[in-house]
């Protein structure tokens, strides 16, 4: 897709503008350039490449599997459909938490082999020199708190995190340092809203709740998962707003009836 001159792109500091003027921000997750059309003609702030392709996009039961070559090719894909909006990409699992060298090449691939405007890593104090690195490239980074799925096999569960004092007050103390390191925004998983809403106040940078409440500065869904498109997840923070399974099985049993009996293609439908 062609950039058009006219529309005026939202940047990381459009986000910043929207918190400081209590105007909430819009994200989802897309992955193809045909979703990603849809998304931000319809007028989303963000779209997310998430690593949450290797669920929805390649039917892996963990985010761990996706590649980084893998992450560039959906990147490529939602770039060439997002006009307007800021497109974010993760960082796979092993592409950066070994050492802050290896993080910064790998948001450097990101950027050159996509055109996406900035990348996201999950954690907080652990990895706070890669996030360092990364942003002293002038490579805007968000940060991931909470449930951060690239670790589940350290949780165990993919239930609700930081109810522990000892765990929320690492997620607080967290929340600073990845603002102090530089990053633009963080998004904040699966944690009680009272935590979520407090740690949003405490920091001048947007928050983006999945599963976290109202409190935040913005929501973001797994795209396939608000369309209805995946409905074996139902988790309580999910609305669904479609049932495109259903739609579209709906439609491929009329097709299949329609070929089977002959009612497809029809006089009008051929040369
Ligand atoms: O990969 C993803 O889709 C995400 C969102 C759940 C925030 O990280």
């Known amino acids: 897709m062609s950039m058009n001159k006219e529309v005026k792109r939202v940047t990381t500091n ?23 059309r849809i998304i931000d003609s319809a007028g989303i702030d963000v779209i997310l490449v998430g690593d949450s392709a290797s669920n929805v996009m390649a039917g892996h039961e963990t985010t761990l599997p996706i ?6 090719y959906h990147a490529s894909s939602v770039i060439r459909g997002a006009e307007r909006c800021l497109v974010v990409v993760d960082l796979p699992f092993g592409s950066y938490q070994s050492n802050s060298d290896i993080a910064l090449a790998s948001a450097v691939r990101i950027m050159k082999e996509t ?17 360092k690195k990364i942003v002293s490239a002038g490579i805007p980074v ?11 096999y350290k949780f165990g569960t993919y239930t609700v995190r930081a109810k522990e004092e000892m765990e929320a007050n690492k997620l607080r103390e967290d929340a600073k340092l990845l603002e102090k390191a530089g990053c633009f925004a963080i998004v904040l998983e699966k944690i009680p809203a009272t935590l979520a809403k407090e740690v949003s106040k405490s920091i001048k940078i947007p ?20 369309l209805g498109i995946n409905t074996e ?13 259903e739609m579209a099985s709906k439609a491929v049993q009329q097709y299949v009836q329609d070929v ?6 029809n006089k009008d439908e051929q040369y």
């Open 14 to 36: 459009t986000l910043q503008k929207m918190k400081a003027a209590g105007e909430k921000i819009s994200m989802l997750t897309a992955y193809d350039f045909s979703f990603a």
């Open 67 to 72: 590649t980084l070559d893998q992450m560039i």
């Open 115 to 131: 055109g996406a405007h900035c990348i996201k890593v999950e954690g907080g104090e652990e990895i706070l020199e890669s996030v």
């Open 142 to 152: 968000m940060g991931h708190l909470g449930l951060t799925p690239q670790s589940i």
């Open 207 to 226: 928050t983006i709740g999945i599963g976290a409440g109202s409190g935040c500065d913005g929501q973001v869904l797994v795209m396939h998962d608000m």
């Open 233 to 245: 997840f139902k988790p309580r923070f999910l609305r669904q707003y479609l049932n495109i399974h």
């Open 260 to 265: 089977k009996g002959g009612q497809f293609p």
